[in-house]
């Protein structure tokens, strides 16, 4: 007797073999920011889709964001609660799209659509921007194969961290990276920054901006702005936000034909990494608007996970870090341990400052970048 999972695998196969063969009933529709980067991650990831299946039909629908809408409008990060401010639209339009034939379309009432969006199949994330815990009826389908996870400082005077002047202004948009970058130079002084990622380097460049800025590189390169890289720090120096460098594709969980899609684009060792890294944020209540970092690789040939997290105070005065070993079959148990070392350690009281904080709106802010 075919069960209902029988039958949603012949349904993911015969899909397969109509996107193949050019026949698919309608385009897959993949929601993404309209900034420059993030339609280059989308564009690319739709790229290696296509590797696989030459004849399928992809769309690219932007959304505005409200991260995008407040970055506009110059809106401090400190005064915005939301974690998720640069993902809660695209998760939306996808929780109001449709099934595709033969799948349950999502249970789901008026109230939970804000305002009017366009239905979207997929959408496509820088993996750090993801909160550690998804909406319910979405899931994380593909994460891509891990650029570089590193930050890097860009600054107009050719300057490395060390060789800035004392008391010198680095920007971030980031309390991960500023608690970090204090706890590397207490004498700096760290201002805010918004804009996306060209519009950081142009201030940074600019003789008005700061003396240096602080961002991803993976983001840089896909750019093409590495070139104005003047220093990059290692893992160790800036503990990367979990899921640096990393791109991901979130998807409603009923839609099992897409899954089977896009498993031919998800990395598996990048994936387990990931998991071990949010699992550490998940197990202390973090977000992007705490001082966590967590970076994990997979080694001994795909047995092992080596897992790296850090936790410090916003001023810098405090940081304790932990690194543990384990199976790579258990990467979420792995981030759990990790959190729980860095507990033991102090991690408590800092977050709970900062969270203190937050609720009483000074200044603290969130990774984007």
Known sequence: ???????????????TAQVRRGGASRPWVFGTRGSALAMWQTRWVLDRLREGFPDIALQVEPIKTQGDRTQQLNVPLARLADQSIFVAELEQALLAGSAWPGEQAP????????????????????LKDLASVLPDGLVLAAVTPRDDPRDALVSRHSATLAALAPGATVATGSLRRRAQLLHLRPDLRIVEIRGNVDTRVRKALDPAGPDAVVLAVAGLRRLGLERHITQYFSTDELVPAAGQGALAVEIRRTDHVLRHLLAAIDHAPSHQAARAERAVLAALGGGCRVPLGAYAVVVDDGATIELLAVVASPDGRDLVRTTMR??????????????????????TAMLRAVRTASASGEDVERDNG
Request: aromatic share 2%; net charge positive; hydrophobic share 45%.
């Open 326 to 347: 384990g199976p790579a079959s258990q990467p979420a148990r792995l981030g759990r341990l990790a959190a729980a070392q860095l507990r033991r350690a102090g991690a």
């Open 1 to 15: 007797m075919a069960t209902s999972s029988d039958h949603l695998q012949r349904a993911a196969r015969e899909e």
């Open 107 to 126: 249970q789901r009432s008026s109230a939970e659509v804000v305002w009017a969006l366009p239905a979207i199949d997929a959408a496509v994330h820088s």
